[in-house]
């Protein structure tokens, strides 16, 4: 989101923290319920396009929010959408897009009211690495063919009492309302938000080896000097890597793997 709607998005953030804050464990409920606004406003341009339309009163719009949730909703959900529905959006996409974020805020602020935020990124890059060699279960989760109360089934008999409430809230989210992306990713994303409010980087690590502690400290140390906050290593150990390191922070990507670097003289030696 960039502009206008970048702005917008930023703004209902800070507005809505204090309420995430004050709703405490609760707050999962109030994600949940969002995540019921956005994949409502998923399936009816009509309704999409009414509360983003830049042409529309926004006191206007905001009504159209409070009649179509009036008796369903949170009364806080209902001022969160009412205000967005208020602000300038740069396409229809963007409303719909903030909503899903700050429904994924809610949620994980649940898990941080119960202390267990930490847990909840963690058995996520977990889920999102057992699943690297169970390619049938990905294609699974993310068909679109297949009835979403199936996948969602299937996610409860793989998650079901073995991860925290929030986890599987959020893995069923993935597989029932992908919003155009498949499974793994959606848990990708979900996992470096969460890493966003505990305000810290999230470093994916691939290594030819099991790093020790120190080794870890001591990369810990170097991203966290090189990027000015603190960084979470998620290392994975991929014995096809040749010595080195695949480290990928955001966009950025250092990799000082053997087997890059014969990449790359082969590709000298053959220009």
């Known amino acids: 989101m960039r502009g206008t709607s970048g702005a917008s998005l930023a703004a209902a953030q800070e507005r809505f923290e204090p309420v995430l804050r004050s709703a405490g464990a609760d707050a999962t409920t109030l994600g949940e319920q969002l995540f019921v606004v956005v994949t409502a406003l998923d399936g009816s341009g009509a309704l999409r396009r009414s509360l983003a339309d830049p042409s529309r009163e926004g006191d206007d719009k905001a009504q159209v929010v409070r009649t179509v949730l009036a008796g369903g909703f949170d009364e806080r959900v209902i001022d969160l959408v009412s205000g967005l529905a208020r602000s300038r959006w740069s396409s229809e996409a963007d409303l719909t897009d903030a909503l899903e974020r700050l429904g994924v805020d809610a949620v ?52 079901d009492g073995k991860v925290d409430p929030v986890t599987l809230v959020l ?11 498949r499974f793994v990713p959606s848990l990708t994303w979900f996992g470096d938000v969460a890493a966003e409010r505990r305000h810290r980087l999230v470093a994916s690590v691939t290594s030819g080896s099991v790093l020790t502690a120190a080794q870890e400290e001591r990369l810990g140390g170097i991203l966290e000097r090189a990027y000015g906050r603190p960084v979470q290593l998620n290392v994975t150990v991929d014995p096809a890597v040749v010595g080195g390191l695949r480290i990928q922070v955001g966009a950025d990507v250092v990799d000082s793997t053997v087997l890059t670097r014969l990449a790359d003289a082969r590709r000298r030696l053959a220009g």
């Open 171 to 181: 893995a069923r989210r993935a597989t029932t309302a992908p919003r155009g992306r």
């Open 108 to 159: 994980l602020a649940g898990a941080e009211a119960r202390q267990a935020l930490e847990t909840v990124e963690d058995e996520l890059f977990r889920l999102t690495r057992a699943l690297a060699g169970q390619r049938d279960v990905r294609q699974a989760l993310s068909d679109p063919t297949t009835e979403a109360s199936r996948r969602a089934a299937l996610v409860d008999d793989l998650l």
